[in-house]
């Protein structure tokens, strides 16, 4: 775990206390070099989305992740869920879709 990451986690579990947190560095899938830290993936399960729609919970990371989104961070994918939502998924998020941008773009 680099150490951007790292702040992402403690941060999100700072403020949001989830059930289920799940932080990838999804920077290699993209043309980025090695051991960057510019896209992640986010699953986070929290009963603080419970009444939230889904703009108002990314809102909120949004808001605890400002400096990370302002400097660093270039994508950050997210997926979230209440307790019970994230049952019914039968506790699974998508896959993030390949890059197709810098030099990857066919």
Request: aromatic letters at 6%; proline letters at 7%.
């Amino acid at each position: 775990m680099g150490p951007l990451e790292a702040t992402i986690t403690e941060k999100i579990r700072g403020q949001f206390n989830p059930e289920v947190l799940q932080v990838t560095n999804e920077s290699y899938m993209h043309s980025v070099p090695a051991g960057s830290e510019s896209h992640f993936k986010l699953v986070v399960v929290s009963d603080q989305f419970d009444g939230k729609r889904l703009v108002q919970r990314h809102q909120a990371i949004y808001a605890v992740l400002a400096d990370e989104l302002e400097g660093p961070v270039h994508a950050l994918a997210l997926h979230t869920y209440t307790g019970p939502e994230w049952s019914d998924n039968q506790g699974g998020a998508p896959d993030s879709p390949n890059c197709l941008g810098g030099s990857k773009a066919g």
